[in-house]
Every structure is written in structure tokens, then in C-alpha cells.
Nanobody, 120 residues
Framework: QVQLVESGGGLVPAGGSLRLSCTAS????????MHWYRQAPGEQRNLLAS???????NYADSVKGRFTISRDNAKNTVYLQMNNLKLEDTATYYC??????????????WGQGTQVTVSS
């Protein structure tokens, strides 16, 4: 019943910006740490950014200074603001979160992914 749904991907020119969103819905008691990952075809899924429940953040070196993770706890939503996009940023972007359901279980969930394609 609990799910994460991403949006905001698309085609963008190099140097441009996109903002990704991911919203958790369902029988949710609380949402813990939230993450953004990305995966290019044939490559490993890599962690890009994390944000704790009180706003503490961590970034991979590849995106530090260009991407910003944020969250709106009232909306159970995590965002990824991506600036100065590069060709190598082309990938499927996934959100991930630890969610405690109304049943009391803490479970890690993945979004379905949203495609980001950066063009020259």
C-alpha cells in the first residue's frame, strides 16, 4: 500500500536544471531518512544524496555543489534540485526512504524511477 512516486524527469540541455520530486503515500506513520540514487544502463545504482528527518544532508562528490536535496515532512516529499547538468548525469533517478507504516513496521521503499536525459 505504501509507495514512492517520482516525477520531474525529462530532457534537458547541458548546463540546465531540473527539479525531481518524490512523494510517499499510503498508511504512513513516519518517514525517516530519504535518499536519491541514479543508475545508468549497464551500471551500478549509486547513492547521490541523503537527507535525515531533521534536514541534515550528505552528497556524493559527483554532485556536490550542483545538486541540492530537500524535504517537506508535511507532504512526505523529497526533492532533488539539479543544476548545471552534465551529459554524464543522464540516468534513471530513484528515490528511496525508510518508512514506518501504521502497522508499525519500518520498511525501506524505492520509487519507480524517473528518466533524466541531458543533451549537448
Amino acid at each position: 500500500q505504501v509507495q514512492l512516486v517520482e516525477s520531474g524527469g525529462g530532457l534537458v540541455p547541458a548546463g540546465g536544471s531540473l527539479r525531481l520530486s518524490c512523494t510517499a503515500s499510503g498508511s504512513i506513520l513516519s518517514v525517516g531518512i530519504m535518499h536519491w540514487y541514479r543508475q545508468a544502463p549497464g551500471e551500478q545504482r549509486n547513492l547521490l544524496a541523503s537527507i535525515g528527518n531533521f534536514g541534515n544532508t550528505n552528497y556524493a562528490d559527483s554532485v556536490k555543489g550542483r545538486f541540492t536535496i530537500s524535504r517537506d515532512n508535511a507532504k512526505n516529499t523529497v526533492y532533488l534540485q539539479m543544476n548545471n547538468l552534465k551529459l554524464e548525469d543522464t540516468a534513471t533517478y530513484y528515490c528511496n526512504a525508510d518508512i514506518r507504516t501504521d502497522g508499525g513496521r519500518l520498511v525501506n521503499y524505492w520509487g519507480q524511477g524517473t528518466q533524466v536525459t541531458v543533451s549537448s
